[in-house]
């Protein structure tokens, strides 16, 4: 699995597009019961991920779809992305002619189709359709279990909370509940845009990593929190 994930929520005539890229982390901790105590054992370690947003982006209003793939394009070819992140896409409205435009530059974006249920299935294409609901819904989890980190000190910080603070839970005529902006006038770009790359880390990996440190079960073990990830 890859360490970074980049999502792309493609703008329209009166939307923005907005990039986000967020970067995996693990931090240790010993799961120790009071047995464990008791006989000066370790315990079962644990490896829990963790997200920190490492880049936001808002292109100008109207930037053509060739731009916003090369500029997608120029970003995953850099030598810190190369290799190392996955591309998820939003496939809504006219999202399937750019994910074909990224695939002709060799890119291989994930479609993510944003609906208004609260099924989440898989197409043909290796793509999602997901709920608006889950999507934000996992965002908000993961912020606020401390598990996604975000600096007050990246540009379009502001404009993000404003975004977050401006989404209630709406249910809609036919009984299902999604998130929408209380005024007209706030748009939420840059929230879905990181609500799908968190929903897509939470989907395509497991939660948590587990090691028995018992004595004799893994006798040599070196702790090393990367290993499992080659």
Known sequence: MKPF????????????????????????????????FAEGMPGTITLERSYDLRFLEQPKLRTPYEEIVQRVYDLIMSPELKDRVDLVVDATGLGRPVIEMMRSKGLSPIPITITVGQDITEDREGGYHVGKYDLVSSLQAWWAMGRLRMSSKIPLMPKLLTELEGFVPKRSSKGHVTYEAIKESIHDDLVISLAMAVWYAQFSRPWQHKFDMTPGNNPDFDYNPFEYLD
Not at 13 to 31: L, P, V
């Open 5 to 36: 994930i980049m999502s792309v929520d493609l703008g329209t005539m009166s939307d923005y597009t907005a990039i986000s890229i967020i970067q995996e982390s693990f931090h240790r901790r010993n799961d120790r019961s009071p047995m464990d």
